[in-house]
């Protein structure tokens, strides 16, 4: 199984990025995948995630409303669209999977057994 994230970068605040994590070894709609994000000096975060069976969603609140999780089984892929940028929405962001889980416990990085490296995004004027 392996993971890749990407499509990070710089961006002013109000701005939109999409990040992509590519699976491969990974059947998407088999496996519940999350999205995590770290600061400088923070722990890891969830921010959003999907759960395999039945595609149950979770946002974090500090995201709600401008984050997007979506799944593209045929391109083995899961997208985070991200808009209305905040600077403190800076920090490498990963993507993760595993293939069991339940919502609840999805939004903690101790759930996943596979990771992705990071990507970095940075929000700043």
Known sequence: VQLQAFGGGLVQPGGSLRLTCATSGVTPDHYATG???QAPGKEREGVSCITNDDGMIFYADSVKGRFTITRDNAKKTVYLQMDSLKPEDTGVYYCAATPRGILSTL?????YEHWGQ???VTVSS
């Open 107 to 111: 939004r903690i990085p101790s759930s």
């Open 35 to 37: 999205w995590f994000r």
């Open 118 to 120: 990071g990507t970095l």
